[in-house]
């Protein structure tokens, strides 16, 4: 099945930073979404991004689908930015596959 | 608001007892998932049906039973054959054609003692 890979595993950024999390994956895909799971479990999507680049606030991502890689940035990080980031995809067999996320933490 | 809808959000079991999580959807997506988290790791794929009265086993479907005889509604068995079932368990749905992605529910948190 298709491979997915998120770097780094953990990052902890003074309140104000900007940060730059990544996705790698093995083969094409059909889907891809970058997800936020806040301190209680709820998955927050953030971007439905098979390609190219879309801007919320200040999240934005782009996905280079040709290379396989996918990259989620936040300016001016908040301390509720915290939480656990996820990238997922779905490639030809319909099931989307997780990587193991980002561990991102704001100090104040 | 459309949604997805899972409940309890805590449940505790005693070993060898079957119970089952309740997933609803109001959004009238045609595929239903569902996925376990375990802490500190990613989300694995147990189960998921793309049409009623069909569904197909995920990557860890061992234990776990499904079924799909509504649109709105896609309930996951947790059985005594379950190892090791106290973890985090969500539900997703999605639409087939329109490039809208998964829609999660909040989650069942699952302890047996």
């Known amino acids: 099945g298709i491979q997915v890979e998120q770097s780094p595993p953990d990052l902890i950024l003074q309140e104000g930073a900007n940060s730059t999390l990544r996705c790698n994956f093995s083969d094409s895909v059909n889907n891809l979404q970058w997800f936020h799971q806040n301190p209680w479990g709820q998955l927050i999507n953030l971007f439905y991004i098979p390609s190219g680049t879309k801007q919320n606030g200040r999240l934005s991502a782009t996905t280079v689908a040709t290379e396989r890689y996918s990259l989620l940035y936040i300016s001016s990080s908040q301390t509720t930015d915290s939480g656990v980031y996820f990238c997922a995809v779905e490639g030809g067999n319909e099931k989307l596959t997780f990587g193991t996320g980002t561990r991102l933490t704001i100090i104040p | 608001d459309g949604g997805i809808t899972q409940s309890p959000k805590y449940l505790f079991r005693k070993e060898g007892q079957n119970v089952t999580l309740s997933c609803e959807q109001n959004l009238n997506h045609d595929a239903m998932y569902w996925y376990r988290q375990d802490p500190g790791q990613g989300l694995r794929l147990i189960y998921y049906?793309?049409?009623?009265?069909?569904?197909q086993k995920g990557d860890i479907a061992e234990g776990y039973s499904v079924s799909r005889e509504k649109k709105e509604s896609f309930p996951l068995t947790v059985t005594s054959a379950q190892k090791n079932p106290t973890a985090f368990y969500l539900c997703?749905?999605?639409?087939?054609?329109?490039?809208?992605?998964?829609?999660f529910g909040s989650g069942t948190r699952l302890t047996v003692v």
């Open positions: 049906s793309q049409i009623v009265n069909d569904f």
């Open positions: 997703a749905s999605s639409i087939r054609q329109g490039g809208y992605g998964y829609t």
